[in-house]
């Protein structure tokens, strides 16, 4: 009789769950403790994969990541006080990058508030700069709807991060199981379709569009992550590929047109946006990874034709002609408004020649620098060697993680992207650290592919803790780790402006020398290479790849390698 009475009880911890599985949840990244655990475990036992992680801030990044490769929030869990606190990393991260990400955080109990609880915090006021939605469940029936709103506002427009607050004694009250059911149900039916749904086009900016880049001596298609985020990639394939107008992906646009196409002015990117006179941009912001959109880099004259799903940003940006809609509509019909009157630059057009040039020169040059064995190992040498590796991975592209700052910016250059949303990088916000968040979120959302992190010595260092995550869940994850030993490498001081009592402390770039990071992962039973040759990387990588394993490759790098603050000195 007892046990029939429990089962027609649901908690707190319960109803959240079961609400997160009806929302469509199958993944939670995140952190247990106080008031939370039973919340994770009742999650599981709805179906639903918790993927543990030592803190919250690379659980956070994961959840961000794993809300830009599925199209569906990535669900952060965090204990009270601190534990939002450190989630704040992945909220913002997921805010600046416009990615979908629901952060769950317990709270304390709403009966002391004010009076110094266990970790209390005015969460709610905490998240605000970081958050396009919040919602406190302050009582147990309020759970269902701050769910689905929480879910909802995720994806709504710019995708972003959103939170909600359930206080410790909310996760403990009851209500009857055919309560609980009654509520799910009406927080279903009371949802806002409107908020999901793609805006409506104005079809007749879809024809002047198509007049501009008709017209245009020099077009130029962009995109950025925006339009990998709503998975344009065929749309953009066949707009390209009629009209041979030649393209640039922004770092994570990389791949939703392989980079090895003909078109592809990647590598002529200077020429590209200095001369363009039309320049099509679809999901990607002209903001600092863009240069504004303004001269010198960009021609003064040059016409914008900005896609985004944000009526803000196009706002904002004030383009020649803003279309305010989804990436993958909105180019799909504006290859077919095309199709009706085609036209197409061809090969021997002044503009594709020009850049196709370019881009051989370019490319014939930095084929130069990589052909050398440069030992103690630049970043090149290294960077072609992985590169011929990824080439050999049979089945779907690898997924490829990079940060760093020598490191991200070669890796860009020299690693080839071939299919969509392969490439994460530090992004937006230019945050260090995410490696191992979104190695793992990689493996968590594309089971069928290899993920490799491709980072410097210090981006491991942020989370390096989560290697035991990877072992723990047998995950298949390489991390090549370009070790400098330290922050941009070797002590690039001027020696005559250390003075002080601190002065013989170690420089605040650096790191111990030759740090066997490798040796960390074979701590929890995975497998370390070192590698300071070609051929120990060759056979590290060869080894590794095949063996779909959790691996850590430490790569020695000369410390010297490499600028300060990689491509971008200036800002240092
Ligand atoms: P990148 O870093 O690749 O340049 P950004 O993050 O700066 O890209 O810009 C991405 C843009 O894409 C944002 O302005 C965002 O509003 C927009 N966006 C997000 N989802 C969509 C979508 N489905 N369709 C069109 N634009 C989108």
Known sequence: LYKVAMEQVVDGN???AMCLSRGGVDRMFGVVGIPVTSLANRAVALGIRFIA?????SAGYAASAYGYLTRRPGVLLTVSGPGCVHGLAGLSNAAANGWPMVMISGSSDQSFTGRGDFQELDQIAAVKPFSKFSAKATDITEIPTSVFSVIDWAVAGRPGG???DIPSDVLHQTVDESQAQKLITEALDSRNKDLIENPKINYSEIQKAVELLRTAQRPLIVFGKGAAYARAENELTKLVESTGIPFLPTPMGKGLLPDTHELAATAARSLAIGKCDVALVVGARLNWLLHFGEAPKWSNDVKFILVDISKEEIELREPFLGIVGDAKDVIGLIHKEIKDDPFCLGKTHPWVEAIRN????NVAKMEVQLAKDVVPFNFMTPMRIIRD????????APILVSEGANTMDVGRAVLVQTEPRTRLDAGTW?????????CIAAAVASPDRLVVAVEGDSGFGFSAMEVETLVRYQLPVVVIVFNNGGVYGGDRRNPEEITGPYKDDP????????AAYHLLLEAFGGKGYLAATPDELKSALAESFSAKKPSVINVTIDPYAGAESGRMQHKN
């Open 14 to 16: 319960t109803l959240v």
């Open 53 to 57: 992680f030592h803190n919250e801030q």
């Open 162 to 164: 959103t939170y909600l």
């Open 358 to 361: 370019k881009t051989k020169d």
């Open 389 to 396: 590796a990824f080439l050999l991975v049979g089945g779907p």
């Open 430 to 438: 230019g945050t260090m650290g995410i490696g191992l968040g979104y």
């Open 507 to 514: 420089a605040p770039t650096s790191f111990v020398p030759g």
